[in-house]
């Protein structure tokens, strides 16, 4: 005769959400690893993107797996934790679900604490449609279209002589770091990785434009850095236009408006957009539901500890959350961390409210080969020093030793030498906004894997 046992069912493990897989979703899941509880990963690609690195996939020097590992395989030996594909279209934070489309399959994703590390998009201010002619630099889409233009602008100016200025002409809108770096490496690219590589012209006659509505470059460094980018910038042959805000692109240039009012027009193949961000649309679904604010960026508003107001469970990190921090990779790190590491302290009973505290780890840039402007705290490095920094502080940043070495040998390559291994360019990368844009094109006809030019959310 069997004895009949009364076995006391599991209690559900407490469920944790991220929504979004770059710096702040990632390092938060990398903080839950540990932890009791069952984490669920959702981004809209199925990679871990390191963004600060998308300039060295559209000039050539670095390959996409470098810089874009697999979210599955980052997270692999972490137990608890499952990834899904699929774009989050909307957030019932009464019910505590999230609503997921997954390439048209419907579902709902309930959760107990969430993390919105859904990120930034590009920015026009107000004239998205700046977009089919100057691509952001946001996505491996961004940078592969991007990769296509530039190196596909060489191509035209050996095959039409009639027009070579204007295809050797390139416009980078925007003076922040991204704007610098793309220029410099731009530059380098014609004046150094090109050279004996076409008959009938010099590569090193390119004109590289950098133009931003600010009166300098770098505007978040100190003075004396800001002043060294230029002059870095200047010497690898960049021009430099300040005071000057873009009024209009189409396929020929750009129109601009100076400080003194007066009106300009540069003529260029390709044109680069690296100025502004604003926050994902996720942010407006948040604010909509609750009593947070909504900064001019698009950013939401949070209390120290990085909850939504109103919503203790809800938390906002990186790019997203408006907490008057610089938008680096750095903030969203520790702010995953931060989010992840309350979770488990409440999961474990302790109720406490404890304020995110950034560190500042400091902030560098570089202008070109051995060239770059490191800034921390007191500390500011310019040259060789700078670039070394520099060097270290992405290896160190990146996921994974093969990703490291890899990018190791690519940089060993380019930079001791001339050569650049990432110059494959196909008829699918460039100029495909510019194609789904013409009358009578339906959107579903552009071809396979291209980027849309709709905002979409983590």
Do not use: C
């Amino acid at each position: 005769m069997k004895r009949s046992t009364n076995v006391a069912a599991a209690p559900p493990r407490h469920r944790v959400v991220i929504v979004g897989a770059g710096f702040g979703g990632l390092f938060a899941a990398k903080a839950l690893r540990r932890a009791p509880l069952d984490v669920t990963v959702i981004d809209r690609t199925n990679h871990h993107l390191f963004e600060p690195m998308l300039y060295q996939v559209a000039t050539g020097l670095l390959s996409v797996g470098a810089i874009a590992p697999p979210i599955r395989d980052v997270l692999r030996r972490h137990k608890n934790t499952r990834v899904l594909l699929g774009e989050v279209t909307d957030i019932d934070l009464a019910a505590r679900e999230l609503y997921l489309d997954t390439r048209g399959r419907r579902s709902v994703v309930p959760y107990d604490s969430l993390i919105v590390a859904a990120g930034a998009t590009q920015s026009y201010f107000g004239h998205d449609e700046f977009a089919v002619h100057a691509p952001g630099m946001k996505t491996i889409d961004d940078a592969l279209e991007l990769r296509g233009r530039i190196f596909g602008a060489f191509e035209m100016a050996e095959v039409d002589s009639e027009r070579r200025e204007h295809w050797l002409t390139f416009a980078v809108v925007g003076g922040g770091p991204t704007g610098v770096e793309l220029a410099g490496q731009i530059a380098e690219l014609s004046r150094r990785t090109l050279k004996h590589n076409f008959r009938t012209f010099d590569p090193a006659e390119a004109r590289i434009v950098l133009l931003d509505a600010v009166d300098t470059v770098l505007p978040a460094f100190p003075a004396p850095l800001q002043r060294r980018a230029h002059r870095d910038l200047e010497d690898l042959g960049v021009d430099i236009r300040l005071g000057a805000r873009v009024t209009g692109v189409d396929a020929e240039g750009l129109s601009l408006e100076n400080r003194d009012g007066s009106k300009g027009r540069i003529e260029a193949a390709t044109k680069i957009w690296a100025a502004g961000v604003q926050g994902s649309p996720l942010g407006a679904t948040l604010v909509r539901q609750s009593s947070a604010a909504m900064d001019r960026t698009g950013r939401v508003t949070v209390l120290p500890d990085l909850t939504l107001p109103g919503h203790p469970e809800v938390f906002v990190v990186g790019d997203l959350m408006s907490l008057d921090l610089p938008g680096v990779a750095e903030v969203a790190m520790q702010s995953g961390h931060h989010a992840a590491k309350t979770i488990v302290r409440r999961a474990s009973g302790d109720e406490r409210q404890r304020p995110f505290r950034y560190r500042d780890l400091g902030t560098v840039a570089t202008i070109g080969r051995f060239r770059a402007v490191l800034h921390v705290g007191p500390v500011r490095v310019t040259g060789l020093a700078g670039w070394l920094a520099w060097l270290v502080i992405h290896l160190t940043f990146l996921t994974g030793f093969k990703n490291r070495l890899g990018t190791l040998a690519d940089w060993t390559i380019a930079f001791l030498g001339r050569g650049r291994s990432q110059r494959t360019i196909t008829g699918r990368q460039a100029p495909v906004r510019t194609r789904a844009s013409q009358p009578g094109r339906a959107a579903d006809e552009r071809p396979s894997g291209q980027p849309d030019t709709g905002e979409r959310a983590a």
